[in-house]
């Protein structure tokens, strides 16, 4: 009975009445029965596709997540075992000091030292501190404002400063909101300058080791040497500059504060140019900025590398391939696919009918389906040369 069916459908609306004999029980069939019987096997096609099992990738985003939180909570509770025991004995040697200076002090009460305690925390908590060292030291003067301003378009946000007044708090909502995306303009801007030297670096790779090594092995060396590269350019040697320029500082503290300013976690404790009577305060701040905005851009060129290769990118496993090979044409665009998930990212239900065309290549030519070196890295460059005349 498909046969007469066969005979008026098209073929992908055929290979949806094989699964649906009920839809064509009759010799004489027309178009108008085919129609029906193609629009209630696609009916039947979708209620089952809406009512399958879950997928792949939302089995494993589910144990992500349980991961996820299995590392939060190691992560609190290697904190509380190694930082609850220091915080306990400065506790106790702060109160001995207090009960010391009570003593020593009698005509000085509890509660009015207690009081200015507070205010003095209170104070410090704002940004200003009652040391005699550092009371001459604005918080708000141009290079401080100025690093201030950095700290909030980068999104580092140390917090050792913040606003105090209503317009303050206000214009700093507004300026965030224009100069962050400024900011990840910029950087995507100079990001795409530094891929074409990097892009260089791997062809000379491919060209020297191509025939020793897979293209994966050597996209994950050409992503080490950037990574070394970027890490003593950006980390060792401003730890060293800033053990060397900032007092109290050891070599740890230094490389410590690189890598919480670079990774814009921003805690805050570490604060370059603060010391008191620090010479060419605002200077010093400036070139703090310009350090961290370059710092920022080649760890987001790291970044762009890694995600680069598909075998690294372990989020790609997260992802629903097959809603990205058949969903919107502007959310595949957005995506970077180009409406073709990756070939580890797909699951089909069903199977799909593809038209191949066989191109003729040399033997010896590397496989299209093992090579995932981009096209621009794999293409020589075009180099003038001077040839001479015999």
């Known amino acids: 009975m498909l046969l007469a069916c066969q005979g008026c459908c098209s073929g992908e609306d055929y290979y949806l009445l ?3 004999t009920g839809a064509c029980d009759a010799e004489n069939v027309g178009e108008s029965d085919c129609e029906e019987g ?5 009916d039947g096609h979708e209620n089952g596709r809406r009512w399958r099992r879950p997928r792949l990738p939302d089995m494993v985003l589910a144990g992500y997540l ?21 915080q306990e004995l400065m506790a106790l040697k702060l109160k001995e000091s207090r009960e010391e200076f009570l003593k020593q002090y009698p005509c000085v009460s509890d509660s009015a030292l207690e009081d200015l305690i507070v205010e003095i925390i209170t104070a410090n908590n704002r940004g200003v501190s009652a040391a005699k060292s550092t009371a001459g030291e604005h918080n708000w003067s141009f290079g401080q404002s100025f690093f201030f301003s950095s700290t909030i378009v980068t999104t580092i946000g140390y917090g050792h400063v913040h606003p105090l007044s209503e317009g303050g708090k206000i214009f700093c909502i507004i300026y ?12 995507t801007a100079l ?18 080791l191509g025939h020793l090594y897979q293209p994966f092995n050597i996209r994950v060396f050409h992503l080490a040497i950037i990574g070394t590269i970027t890490f ?15 007092p109290g500082w050891d070599f740890l503290d230094s490389l ?3 890598f919480i300013s670079l990774t814009t976690i921003g805690l805050g404790d570490y604060i370059p140019g603060d010391a008191p009577r620090q010479p060419m305060r605002p200077l010093y701040k400036i070139c703090i900025t310009a350090y961290l905005l370059l710092g920022l851009t080649f760890v987001m060129l790291l970044l762009h590398l890694y995600n680069d290769i598909p075998q690294l990118n372990l989020g790609l496993f997260l992802l629903r391939g097959s809603d990205l090979a058949t969903g919107d044409p502007e ?18 239900d069903q199977p799909v009918r593809q038209n191949v065309k066989v191109v003729s290549r040399p033997v010896d030519s590397p496989s299209p389906e093992e090579d995932t070196t981009p096209v621009h890295a794999q293409m020589p460059p075009i180099i003038p040369t001077n040839q001479g005349s015999g």
């Not at 193609?38 to 696609?42: T, Y």
């Open 331 to 348: 959310r595949m665009r957005l995506s970077g696919t180009g409406g073709v998930a990756p070939k580890y990212t797909q699951h089909n």
């Open 66 to 86: 349980v991961v996820y939180w299995g590392y939060l909570f190691m992560g609190a509770a290697f904190f509380s075992q190694i930082e609850e025991p220091l």
């Open 38 to 42: 193609v629009r209630g096997a696609k």
């Open 176 to 187: 965030a909101i224009i100069g962050i995306p400024m900011t990840f303009i910029l950087l």
């Open 18 to 20: 094989e699964g649906n």
């Open 191 to 208: 990001v795409e300058r530094l891929l074409l030297p990097t892009t260089w670096l791997l062809y000379w790779l491919n060209s020297k």
């Open 256 to 258: 410590y504060y690189c």
């Open 232 to 246: 003593g350019l950006f980390m060792v040697v401003p730890a060293f500059i800033f053990a060397k320029l900032e």
